[in-house]
C-alpha cells in the first residue's frame, strides 16, 4: 500500500513538473483564419498577423551559425537584426496596450534563444488587442524620457514599426539564403499557409 502511494506521489510530481516545463507555444506557423467583416482595428491586426507569419518563417530553422552570419563588416547579423525587430514588436505592443515606450528605464532583453519565441508572442498580444480596438486614434506611439513625454499619432505604427519590422524579415530571409540555409519553399505567403 505505502509502495502504491509513494508511487502515485512520484507519478504526481512528475506530471506537474513535465507541465510546468512545457515550452511556450509559438504563434503565427499560418496566419489565422481571416475576420469575415471589416473594421480599423481588424485590417491592422490582420497586417500584424502578416508581420508575425514572415517572421516566424524567416527565422524558422535558423542555426547558431546563422545567427552570427553578417553581409558585410558594416551591417547587422542575423541575431542583432533580430534584437532590433524585438524592440519594433515592443513598439507595437506598447502602443496596443496604450503604454509608453519608457527610456528612463534600462530593460532586460530576451536572451538569443528567447528573441524569436517574445517577438513572436509581442506581435500575437498586439494583433490581439488591436482586432478589438474601435479607435485607433487612440493607440498612440508615445516616448516617456527625461524630458518629458512625445507623441506620435498612430499612423506612424503603420509606416514606422510595423512595416520597418516586415522589412528586417526579408533581410533575414536574404542572409540565411546567402548563408547557404533557405527558408521553407513550401511557406506561401499569399495563403499565409504551408503547401503539403
Do not use: C
Not at 79 to 88: D, K, N, R, S
Not at 129 to 135: C, G, H, W
Not at 138 to 160: D, M, R, S
Amino acid at each position: 500500500m505505502k509502495t502504491n502511494i509513494g508511487l502515485l506521489t512520484l507519478l504526481m510530481v512528475v506530471t506537474v513538473n513535465a507541465q510546468e516545463m512545457k515550452p511556450k507555444e509559438v504563434p503565427y506557423a499560418s496566419i489565422p483564419e481571416a475576420p469575415t467583416t471589416y473594421s480599423a482595428g481588424g485590417v491592422v491586426s490582420r497586417m500584424i498577423d502578416g508581420l508575425g507569419f514572415r517572421y516566424y518563417w524567416a527565422t524558422e530553422g535558423l542555426t547558431e551559425g546563422n545567427m552570427d552570419y553578417r553581409p558585410s563588416e558594416k551591417g547587422r547579423n542575423i541575431a542583432e537584426t533580430m534584437e532590433h525587430v524585438y524592440g519594433l514588436s515592443v513598439l507595437i505592443l506598447n502602443s496596443a496596450q496604450k503604454v509608453p515606450n519608457d527610456r528612463t528605464v534600462e530593460k532586460e532583453k530576451p536572451s538569443r534563444h528567447e528573441l524569436r519565441v517574445q517577438t513572436l508572442i509581442n506581435l500575437k498580444t498586439a494583433s490581439n488587442l488591436f482586432k478589438t480596438s474601435e479607435d485607433l486614434s487612440a493607440h498612440k506611439i508615445v516616448y516617456k524620457n527625461k524630458k518629458g513625454l512625445t507623441e506620435f499619432p498612430f499612423w506612424y505604427q503603420i509606416n514606422g514599426p510595423i512595416e520597418d519590422a516586415v522589412w528586417h524579415a526579408g533581410q533575414i530571409v536574404m542572409m540565411r539564403r546567402s548563408d547557404g540555409n533557405p527558408f521553407n519553399a513550401k511557406v506561401n505567403m499569399f495563403t499565409g499557409q504551408v503547401r503539403e
